[in-house]
């Protein structure tokens, strides 16, 4: 009894997910599936060792009161050489680093430094760090959004920002909002500063190193709902006065972006929207994903609006963040579910993680997820409301996918075979495995096998791809078989022609003697009288077919000596045309 | 003039769209177990367009298989169609019975079941490339039915074309219109139904006490 309670309590007791994975199949239908990722640990303040800010011996020390908790942290960014960590700590009004190893403090930025005189930050919601020419170092960006303001500074020591350049409200008739509150902030390779600011949908406001507004980067489309084209309707009647009551429809504001190693810009739109709602910029701020055919690029959650009935709610989608990994995955966070959406870069998903629960006290459980980064096989999120920093690192299961992925996106199908096989071996609803060993057995020019993959994955256009390689093999293995049957078909149906025509059967049926019972037999009883009659009809009718035949045998014989004669007839004129020809 | 056996006469009313049927209605002819045979035939084919057409063509939700819709969509709407036609038709001077208005539409329906199944039976031999020829023969089927159609329907009631069309339209008016009515009356049934069953719980908890 004690044996199997202390076998129950350890199984009880096995650190599992506070929710259950999930991924979808071919027809978009949530199906359970293995966790990709595990929390591994939370970072709060306490972690991070905050109360060093407090203590005066301290170099990092701020003021008795500094607070030893994050306060609605917004957004974070993570510099992979350095292996630090910022953290744009919202509501105290300071930014801070941290180690990326043992998740301590190293440094806390309150305001920025200009040649003495320092300025404080008022609510920074974002932070970007990145390596700068101009500095010969590392830059940080942070949009210090109630100071109107982006600042790109560089490191001075664990309290001191030194200020470079700040970025404040272009004055320029194409900016028309009346606000400049940036929210996010980005820079690429030739330093161009890029930044979301409320309020403003005709894309990220763009500047130059220099300080210099440049215009709009990127903006999203309206997405056409039969509303929208409604109001279109009514706009094109209505009166000016009508026209100055009505609302003007309006591409819906990005939310975040990040820029991948390669320099291209990824947004995010929080409003639940079929258009842009995650996209991939090229330098001319055009989706380099085509979403107009068919809108094949799904983000977040497929169902579309769910009611749970546990929080007595309907969960409408709301992606947050996302973040480009140093692989090119693709993780999309969010804020309603708490959900990180993994996609590869051809934007197939990968896997889904984390959660959101009423009581929020589990690990891997947010509240108020607000950004998401990643680094090596950890993925962090930063919870705005529980004040701390989730961590997931990868599973073995995820690894495999992972790698696969990695290998499947490069075209290296075969090589991706064992790793999908693992993959199978640990979840066999997963889509992608099959898809990727039907790839590699296609390769391989192992067509039937490829047919099975890709028909367990239900890929209809990779089926139809294979189909047509496995036929043409088919034909080429059998041509001679087929050529075979082709030449005796034919010549089966020339000898039944000339057959018919020379009135032979194939095979003949036995005629009925019809005089033998017509002849002198003694006359049957009388109850088979009816018989006898139905059988001389029978005969009679035999033998007006027969008749028949004859007649049609005789009309054919005639008709084929006409065309003889007639054919005789024309070489005999051929001939003696020739002769005359002589 | 014509002397045919039963499947002699299907035979020629389908390849001589123009007299078939006149000539059918002329000799009486037409059989009603051949029509009954058409009609789940059709059904068959239905089931079959679900569940045999090549893969990379089928695009049916193949988690669940329902029987009901396609039983529905093939038996139901032929007899409704019938009804249908035979009430309008009866009131606008038709000459058809409804047994002779059954076998007439039944007849027309064998281009599209023949063509659906060899569109059927090829698509598992043909890429995607390849889907005009599927195409082709399904719409080859659907036209030479709908022509047979109009014909077996102007022969049935000895129309003029006009009137045919004419009539033909109402009665698929007619059909929405009964089956709207089946469907309200099955969910009155019902009512009834729950009615009476809550009075018996009603009553069986009075007398448990």
């Known amino acids: 009894m004690a044996a199997v309670t202390a076998m129950s309590m350890s199984v009880t007791a096995f650190a599992d997910e506070p929710y259950n994975s999930y991924n979808y199949d ?103 760090v990145a390596e700068s020419d101009e500095l010969g170092g590392q830059a940080i960006y942070i949009a210090d959004t109630d100071n109107s303001r982006v600042v790109k500074a560089k490191v001075k020591d664990g309290r001191t920002l030194e200020l470079v350049t700040e970025y404040t409200k272009p004055e320029d008739p194409l900016y028309t909002v009346n606000t400049f509150n940036p929210k996010k902030v980005l820079a690429d390779k030739a330093e161009n500063v890029y930044t979301v600011v409320n309020a403003v949908n005709t894309g990220s406001v763009l500047f130059a190193r220099g300080g210099d507004f440049k215009g709009f980067y990127g903006a999203n489309r309206v997405n056409v709902t039969a509303a929208v084209i409604a109001q279109r309707i009514w706009r094109a009647i209505a009166s000016e006065a009508q026209l100055e009551g009505m609302t003007r429809n309006v591409p819906i504001e990005y939310a975040n972006f ?52 546990i929080a007595n709610k309907t969960h409408n989608i709301r992606l947050t963040d996302l973040d480009i990994s140093s692989t090119g995955l693709i993780n999309v966070l969010d804020f309603e579910t708490g959900r990180v959406f993994q996609y590869d870069k051809e934007c197939n998903l990968v896997c889904i993680f984390g959660t959101k629960t009423s009581t929020n006290d589990q690990r891997g459980a947010m509240a108020n997820p607000n950004a998401v980064e990643t680094y090596g096989n950890k993925v962090y999120v930063l919870d705005g409301a529980k004040s701390d920093i989730t961590v997931f690192q990868e599973t073995q299961f995820g690894k495999y996918i992972h790698n696969a992925f990695a290998l499947y996106d490069e075209g290296r199908y075969v090589d991706a075979k064992d790793d999908w096989n693992e993959v199978i071996k640990r979840d066999g609803g997963y889509t992608w495995a099959y898809i990727g060993l039907g790839k590699a057995a296609l390769n391989q020019e192992q067509y039937t096998k490829a047919l099975k993959y890709f028909k367990t994955a239900y890929d209809q256009d990779d089926y139809d791809k294979a189909y047509k390689y496995a036929r043409e093999a088919f034909l080429r293995d059998h041509f001679t078989a087929i050529i075979v049957i082709i030449v005796l078909l034919i010549a089966l149906i020339i000898v039944r022609k000339v057959m018919k025509k020379k009135g032979m059967k194939l095979i003949k049926r036995k005629a009925k003697p019809i005089l033998a019972t017509a002849g002198p037999s003694i006359p049957p009883p009388a109850n088979d009288i009816e018989e006898t009659v139905d059988e001389a009809e029978a005969e009679v009718s035999e033998t007006v077919e027969a008749v028949e035949d004859t007649a049609d045998a005789v009309e054919e014989e005639v008709s084929e000596a006409a065309e003889e004669v007639t054919d005789a007839a024309e070489e005999l004129t051929e001939e003696t045309e020739d002769k005359e020809g002589e | 003039m014509y002397e045919f056996t039963p499947m002699g006469w299907l035979k020629h009313v389908i390849f001589h769209p123009v007299e078939g049927f006149e000539d059918l209605r002329w000799k009486k002819q037409g059989s009603m177990k051949i029509a009954l045979i058409i009609v789940f035939l059709l059904f068959v084919v239905m089931v079959a367009d679900r569940q045999l057409t090549g893969f990379q063509f089928n695009t049916a939700y193949v988690k669940v298989f329902n029987v009901v819709p396609l039983l529905v969509q093939s038996v139901v709407y032929f007899f409704t169609w019938v009804i249908g036609n ?49 195409t082709a023969i399904y719409y080859l089927g659907l036209i030479w039915s709908v022509v047979l159609m109009i014909q077996a329907m102007k022969a049935a009631h000895q129309y003029s074309f006009t009137k045919t069309l004419v009539s033909m339209f109402f009665t698929l008016v007619a059909m929405l219109l009964i089956l709207f009515l089946a469907i309200l009356l099955l969910s009155l049934f019902q009512q009834v139904y729950v009615f009476g069953y809550s009075i018996y719980t009603e009553i069986a908890y009075r007398i448990r006490g």
Do not use: H
């Not at chain 1, 992979?80 to 190893?101: E, F, G, I, P, S």
């Not at chain 1, 929207?273 to 085509?290: C, E, F, Q």
């Open chain 1, 26 to 128: 071919t027809w978009d239908d949530a199906v359970p599936s293995q966790s990709a990722y595990m929390t591994v640990t939370t970072i709060t303040g306490e972690q991070m060792k905050l109360e060093r800010l407090r203590d005066p011996s301290d170099e990092l020390y701020v003021s008795e009161s500094a607070p030893v908790t994050l306060a609605d942290s917004r957004d974070m960014c993570i510099d992979d050489a350095r292996k630090q960590l910022w953290v744009a700590d919202t509501k105290n009004n300071r930014l801070l680093q941290l180690n990326l190893d043992t998740y301590e403090i190293e440094g806390v930025y309150t305001g920025v430094s200009d040649g003495g005189s320092e300025s404080s930050f008022a609510g920074p919601q974002g932070v970007f």
């Open chain 2, 86 to 134: 035979w009430a309008l038709c009866t009131l606008f001077d038709g000459e058809g019975t409804l047994k002779k208005i059954c076998i007439y539409s039944a007849y027309a329906l064998v281009p599209y079941i023949v063509c659906s199944a060899i569109s059927i039976f090829i698509s598992n031999f043909i890429v995607q490339e390849e889907r005009i020829w599927m």
């Open chain 1, 258 to 309: 990040d820029i991948d190693l390669d320099g291209f810009i990824y947004t995010v739109t929080e409003i639940n929207t079929d258009t842009d709602s995650v996209k991939k910029l090229n330098p001319a701020g055009y989706n380099i994903w085509n979403n107009a055919k068919g809108n094949e690029y799904k983000f977040g959650d497929i169902t579309g609006p769910m009611w749970d009935p």
